[in-house]
Every structure is written in C-alpha cells, then in structure tokens.
C-alpha cells in the first residue's frame, strides 16, 4: 500500500474518536435529563456538570479530527 493510502487508513481511523464522543455525549445528556426528572431543584448542578463533561468529550473529538487532518494534509508531496 503506498504512503497516501496509508495516511488515508489512519485518518479515518482517527477520525473514529468522534464516535465515542457522540455515544459518551448522548449518554451523559440522557442521564442528565433522568436527573432532573427525579430531582427538579439540583437543575443548575446537574447543567454544569454535564457542560463541562460535554466540552471535555468533544475536546476529545477535536483532537481526533486534527490529527486525521494532520495525517492527510502534512508531509504529502
């Protein structure tokens, strides 16, 4: 296989990160709106912590996106 596909093969497989981040991020909103559903007056702790749980997965995401950039667009001749 020559050094493009090879490059192509690790960038989609690096790009697979944003699968576990939109499958940790749905699971953590579902869990939050169940929290809220059971306890009404914890709204504003629940919120922040599933902002701050959320931005932290789709970090996740970012940096498996850059990297397949990285992988496809630097070094190629």
């Keep these: 296989m020559s050094e493009i596909g090879m490059r192509?093969?690790?960038?989609?497989i690096a790009v697979l990160v944003g699968l576990g981040a939109g499958i940790g991020i749905g699971n953590a909103t579902g869990k939050a709106v169940e929290g809220v559903a059971r306890n009404p007056e914890s709204t504003g702790?629940?919120?922040?912590t599933l902002v701050?749980?959320?931005?932290?997965?789709?970090?996740?995401?970012?940096?498996?996106?850059?990297?397949s950039i990285l992988l496809i667009f630097v070094g190629v001749k």
């Design 8 to 12: 192509a093969l690790g960038a989609g």
């Design 45 to 48: 702790k629940i919120t922040t």
């Design 52 to 67: 701050i749980g959320s931005a932290f997965a789709e970090a996740t995401a970012i940096y498996g996106l850059l990297v």
